[in-house]
C-alpha cells in the first residue's frame, strides 16, 4: 500500500496537513473504513480533531481523487485509498468488503456504443463465505 501520504497528497493538488496524513494512514491500514471508525483510530493520536474535520477532509480528498467511497447498503458508506481500478464484493451480512480485478472479458462488457467511459465502480453485494457458513 500507499505509505508516502505526503507525496500522494501534494500530486493530487492537496497540502500535506496532519489531520489529512492520519486520516489516510487510518484509511490505508484498515483498507476500507467508516467516518466514525477513521474518527476513532485519529482522535487516540489527536484527541482534538472533530469528527467535522474528519468529514470535512473525506469530501476534499474525494474531490482529489485521493480516496474513493465504497457506498454499503443500510450503513455508512467505507472509504479506500484510490488503486488500479477494480470491484468489490460486499457482504450484506457482516459488511466485509474483498477487492477483485476486474477481468478482461468483463471490461469488454463495460463498453458502450458512443460513450467514453473514464471509469467505473463496481460493487456486487451478497453474502460471503464466513457468512455463509454459519
Given at each position: 500500500m500507499?505509505?508516502?501520504?505526503?507525496?500522494l497528497?501534494?500530486?493530487?493538488?492537496?497540502?500535506?496537513?496532519?489531520?489529512?496524513?492520519s486520516?489516510?494512514?487510518s484509511?490505508?491500514?484498515?483498507?476500507?473504513?467508516?467516518?466514525?471508525e477513521?474518527?476513532?483510530?485519529?482522535?487516540e493520536?489527536?484527541?482534538?480533531l472533530s469528527?467535522?474535520?474528519?468529514?470535512?477532509?473525506?469530501i476534499l480528498?474525494q474531490?482529489?481523487?485521493?480516496?474513493v467511497?465504497v457506498p454499503?447498503?443500510?450503513?455508512?458508506?467505507?472509504?479506500e485509498?484510490?488503486?488500479?481500478?477494480?470491484?468489490?464484493?460486499?457482504c450484506?451480512?457482516c459488511?466485509k468488503?474483498?477487492?477483485?480485478e476486474?477481468r478482461?472479458?468483463?471490461?469488454?462488457?463495460?463498453?458502450v456504443?458512443n460513450?467514453?467511459?473514464?471509469?467505473?465502480?463496481?460493487?456486487?453485494?451478497?453474502?460471503?463465505?464466513?457468512?455463509?457458513?454459519?
Amino acid at each position: 500500500m500507499i505509505k508516502n501520504y505526503i507525496s500522494l497528497l501534494q500530486n493530487n493538488d492537496l497540502k500535506a496537513t496532519i489531520q489529512r496524513t492520519s486520516i489516510l494512514k487510518s484509511i490505508d491500514q484498515a483498507g476500507h473504513i467508516n467516518v466514525d471508525e477513521i474518527y476513532e483510530d485519529v482522535k487516540e493520536l489527536h484527541p482534538t480533531l472533530s469528527l467535522a474535520t474528519i468529514y470535512k477532509n473525506i469530501i476534499l480528498m474525494q474531490e482529489n481523487n485521493v480516496i474513493v467511497e465504497v457506498p454499503m447498503n443500510g450503513q455508512k458508506s467505507k472509504y479506500e485509498l484510490k488503486k488500479e481500478e477494480h470491484m468489490h464484493l460486499i457482504c450484506q451480512v457482516c459488511g466485509k468488503i474483498q477487492d477483485r480485478e476486474i477481468r478482461p472479458e468483463a471490461k469488454e462488457a463495460l463498453v458502450v456504443e458512443n460513450f467514453q467511459l473514464n471509469s467505473s465502480k463496481i460493487n456486487l453485494y451478497g453474502v460471503c463465505q464466513s457468512c455463509q457458513n454459519r
